[in-house]
């Protein structure tokens, strides 16, 4: 707590005066005053505080926030609280996580390199935590492992942390003590490094995500952080689809996505439909141009952030998501059986004079799951999707729609894209069949893998 009788702030963290406490410099191998965190007689190491609009365009952070800040002696000043939260990954399912600030994930910290920043990090959880900052240059001391490189912070406890941010690019920060339970129930973010002097093409719209996965089984209120391989939530900042907002993009906009993934076990394709996108950076910062590689999916790993950046030129409606499959689901799972081609005839009617309301389900796939709209269990969602401008949409989990459009008054919500005619799949019609020779009951056939015939032996 920093109000408390007698205390003092040392080394990032709080110390009690008296017998008890040795100054910092008294320590053997503390550093110098020339090296220590900002104080009066050190030689200033870093720039006036960056401003948005000024020396970078802000980032977007879709069904997020931002950490808020204020500039004292031309330092950067933060405060972030590490607190239970009550988090609503989609109407109809929530749960008790740990997060920063009322928010899971922690709000997005956006700096610009050569910034000097504070940070107070305040403890209102029942456990003892720390932050650490994920891929950024910094002293070992501010490094926040836990038992490493400082005490945990006591619950009611607040530390300080402080350093000159000398990079750009796209970082995380997380818990470092006890991080299986603490990352599984939400205690991550993303930090964000403006370059002093930016390179290449400026960007009109710069969407931050963070990637995560959990275990909530259905009826249940608390993710479950001993899980190890069967996660069933799939999130897009906490999100998961159809709760996961849009990016909204005119057309002709130059784009940047920067995806994190702090997911406990799995890497994530993202996959983005209708693009082509360039991969500008790693965690470790921007990838010169000459090394720079088109591709429409990017493998994000686990505990790495990357960055991709294309011109926004064709507009529609683009699916963006996982192309692990089972990661587009919600609340899915392997425990049952597979009933897929299974023929139930008239077992529905039988078993219906018993159990009122039955009906066998699988054997034609998941499809059709939400789109029934059946009774799901307690604090639990349908397993895919929802409605779209066609039919129902069959994905969920962490999926979520890049909406480019011509003429936009405001980056909010359009509403579904009006594919102009001739450019949207139809049912086809018996002229157009006729026409094209199509015969749809005629056996359906094939051309040889090797039109030659030849065989390699």
């Not at 029942?126 to 501010?142: C, I, N, Q, Y």
């Amino acid at each position: 707590m920093l109000a408390r009788t007698g205390a003092t702030l040392a080394g990032g963290a709080l110390l009690l005066r008296g017998s008890s406490a040795q100054a910092q410099s008294n320590v053997p191998g503390a550093p110098t005053p020339s090296a220590d965190t900002g104080r009066r007689n050190v030689k200033q190491d870093w720039q006036r505080p960056g401003m948005p609009g000024r020396d970078y365009q802000p980032v977007v952070v879709p069904n997020g926030s931002k950490l808020p800040w204020k500039v004292v002696d031309g330092v950067k000043v933060f405060h972030l609280v590490a607190e239970e939260v009550e988090h609503e990954f989609a109407p109809g399912l929530t749960a008790h996580c740990w997060g920063y600030n009322g928010q899971v994930h922690g709000p997005t910290i956006e700096v610009v390199e050569g910034d000097r920043v504070r940070f107070y990090v305040t403890n209102r959880l029942p456990a003892g935590t720390t932050v650490h900052w994920h891929g950024l240059l910094l002293p070992s001391g501010m490094d926040g492992v836990g038992g490493l490189n400082q005490k945990a912070i006591a619950p009611g406890e607040t530390f300080r942390y402080e350093f000159t941010v000398r990079q750009s690019g796209t970082g995380m920060y997380h818990s470092h003590h006890d991080e299986m339970t603490q990352m599984a129930l939400g205690m991550v973010g993303l930090f964000i490094m403006h370059p002093r002097q930016p390179v290449g093409p400026r960007v009109d719209r710069d969407f931050a995500i963070m990637l995560h996965e959990w275990r909530i089984d259905a009826g249940t209120r608390r993710p479950d952080p001993n899980e190890m391989t069967d996660f069933n939530v799939l999130t897009m900042n906490a999100k998961v689809f159809p709760a996961t907002e849009p990016l909204v993009v005119r057309k002709g906009e130059r784009v940047r996505m920067r995806f994190g993934n702090l997911s406990a076990m799995d890497h994530h394709p993202i996959h983005l439909h209708g693009y082509h996108f360039r991969i500008t950076e790693t965690d470790a910062g921007r990838i010169p141009e000459s090394a720079q590689w088109p591709e429409t999916t990017v493998l994000v790993p686990v505990g790495s952030t990357r960055t991709v950046e294309f011109v926004a030129n064709v507009p529609g409606d683009w699916a963006m998501h996982c192309h692990m499959t089972h990661h587009v689901m919600n609340q899915m799972g392997h425990g049952f059986p597979n009933m897929v081609g299974v023929k139930p005839d008239g077992l529905d009617a039988k078993v219906r004079t018993l159990m009122p309301g039955y009906m066998t389900m699988g054997q034609t796939g998941m499809g059709d799951m939400g789109d029934m709209g059946m009774a799901v269990p307690e604090n639990s969602i349908p397993m895919v999707g929802g409605q779209g401008p066609h039919d129902y949409i069959t994905m969920g989990g962490m999926f979520t729609l890049l909406k480019v459009r011509e003429n936009l008054t405001s980056y909010a919500d359009p509403g579904w894209y009006e594919n102009p005619p001739g450019t949207q799949s139809v049912a086809a019609t018996l002229d157009e069949l006729r026409r094209d020779g199509i015969d749809v009951k005629a056996p359906s056939t094939a051309d040889p893998g090797d039109p030659t015939g030849s065989r390699r032996g």
